[in-house]
């Protein structure tokens, strides 16, 4: 499809538990970035990916955030152990290769709400 | 350490008038900058792009300019609208290909 498909939507847990975030990408983009927006307007880079290899990984909290993106299944963010810090707005988006994510921008998806308790 | 910094948290305009948005950067290896829209509950909407070798480019009512030497670079809006009323990104991309975002400027066009 021509959008970025996140789920769910609204996503609650308490802490201490695990969360599992997806995010199926456009169809034929090889690029896939997560970010983190906690405030409301800000916007935190976790990881990105190039098909199914870790493309940066720079932004992402090295004990408790994993992700991966395998052929034939949406990518998925994990937080093992979830914290109070971790409620924020998950937000995927993904891009074409080579200059046409430059000249078009990344497709965002509408982002998974992680409220932890 | 912000390197992509829009000071304006807000901008009220009336219809028809120019919307003008602003942001700044401190890292000059950036080199493609981008404007996205966002509205509540919904994720980032790419607008316009513009390449750090350019000082303009022009997409029907959306023009960016680029002022390499200061660092700065604005989004010109014209004529408003309300349904332009949203939140504004700047957003800048280097060799990594990650965007780096600003803050956001809510611009309210007033009917």
């Known amino acids: 499809g021509e959008e970025v498909a996140q789920t769910p939507k609204h996503l609650v847990r308490g802490e201490g538990q695990k969360a599992k975030l997806y995010c199926a990408p456009i169809?034929?983009?090889?690029?896939v970035f997560w970010y983190q927006q906690v405030l409301k307007n800000e916007f935190k880079f976790l990881i990105s990916?190039?098909?199914?290899?870790?493309?940066?990984e720079t932004g992402m909290p090295k004990e408790r955030f994993s992700a991966k993106c395998l052929p034939n299944s949406p990518c998925s963010l994990e937080i093992q152990a979830t914290k109070l810090e971790d409620s924020a707005v998950y937000f995927c988006a993904s891009s074409v290769s080579g200059s046409g994510s430059k000249n078009y921008g990344y497709t965002f998806g509408s982002g998974t709400r992680l409220t932890v308790v | 350490d912000q390197q992509v910094k829009q000071n304006s948290p807000s901008l009220s305009v009336q219809e028809g008038r120019i919307s003008i948005l602003n942001c700044d950067y401190t890292n000059s290896m950036f080199d493609y900058f981008l404007w996205y829209k966002k509205y509540p509950a919904e994720g980032p909407t790419f607008l316009i792009s513009?390449?750090?070798?350019?000082d303009k480019n022009e997409d029907g009512r959306f023009t960016v300019f680029l002022n390499k030497s200061a660092k700065h670079l604005s989004l010109h809006i014209v004529p408003s609208q309300p349904g332009d009323s949203a939140v504004y990104f700047c957003a800048a991309m280097g060799s990594a290909r990650q965007l780096t975002f600003g803050s956001g400027t809510q611009l309210t066009v007033l009917p």
């Open positions: 513009i390449s750090s070798i350019k």
């Open positions: 990916f190039q098909n199914e290899n870790v493309f940066d």
């Open positions: 169809k034929g983009h090889s690029y």
